[in-house]
């Protein structure tokens, strides 16, 4: 397993398009182990693989319940409800803004396995899927943003 480099607000890979999984390779597997790692070195919820130079359909979420989540070719089939928040991005780093997103969502992926299921979301979860799944459309939350992005140390700095 290694940290990657995560690709930041400016990279073109971030607003290509992603191509489907067809098979579970060694390669793809040590990816998605490596989307881990460089998602907990960062401190994040979730990352998408173009996020870290792939340009292919995998996300790997874990919003700190215990469960972390492989997404291969997800596909965002219900939503409901409505949620505005804070939204970060570890592509654009030190930034964050106010984002409305579905309050529930339910997405239909392949697991690490290659075996499809479905996975329900409300809350952060329905977030960090969407928020995930829009990066592989080359799509970056800023894009969403209502208002003006704001520096997240000033807002710690306000904090202490």
């Known amino acids: ?32 182990e490596d989307m881990f790692e460089t998602m907990y070195e960062a401190n994040g919820v979730g990352l998408a693989a173009p996020q870290v130079g792939i340009l292919k359909k995998i996300v790997v979420i874990d919003v700190e319940d215990g469960s972390q989540y492989v997404l291969i070719n997800p596909e965002i089939i219900d939503r409901k409800g409505e949620q505005t928040g804070y939204e970060g991005c570890l592509s654009v780093p030190g930034k964050s ?22 996975l329900e979301g409300e809350g952060l979860l329905a977030r960090a899927i969407c928020h995930e799944c829009a990066h592989l459309e080359g799509q970056l939350y800023v894009e969403l943003v209502e208002g003006e992005l704001m520096d997240t140390e000033a807002e710690e700095e306000e904090e202490n």
């Open 1 to 32: 397993m290694a940290v990657r480099q995560i690709r930041v607000i400016g990279d073109e890979v971030l607003t290509k398009k992603c191509k489907p999984v067809k098979e579970m390779s060694k390669r793809t597997a040590e990816l998605i």
């Open 97 to 118: 803004g106010i984002v409305t997103r579905p309050e529930y969502v339910k997405v239909r992926a392949l697991d690490e396995n290659m075996e499809p299921f479905e």
